[in-house]
């Protein structure tokens, strides 16, 4: 199982990775595994401000449909374009080019609340 150092991550399996004050946010290599072969991914909230726990789109695999949940408050700027043509890049590359959101974040330190790779591990072993 994949759980890179740098980023953070949520209970709901999501992990933030903060470059000042824009965080890129995904499903993690546990969550896209649960969820099997990704077909669509959908966020219709881009340029809408949330608060940290909303549901900021859908992910839908084979078997399911998944609520995805924004870890942070902040407002969503960006949508992975390229998960249109390829939402399969969800299970390849969760966290490389299967990202889904870009968020200008409004506490960049609320991200520090978040779980670090060695809680978010102990977290899917339990």
Do not use: C
């Amino acid at each position: 199982m994949n759980i890179p150092a740098n980023l953070r991550y949520t209970k709901d399996h999501e992990w933030v990775l903060l470059e000042g004050n824009i965080a890129t946010i995904g499903i993690t290599d546990f969550a896209q595994r649960e969820l099997g072969d990704i077909v669509y991914v959908d966020v219709p909230n881009v340029g809408k401000a949330l608060s940290a726990e909303e549901v900021f789109g859908t992910v839908e695999a084979v078997k399911t449909v998944s609520d995805l949940f924004l870890p942070v408050a902040g407002t969503i700027k960006e949508l992975n374009s390229e998960l249109d043509g390829q939402p399969e890049l969800v299970n390849t590359d969760p966290y490389g080019q299967g990202w889904m959101i870009k968020v200008t974040v409004s506490n960049p330190a609320d991200v520090d609340a978040l779980m670090d790779a060695a809680a978010y591990g102990k977290l899917i072993e339990a």
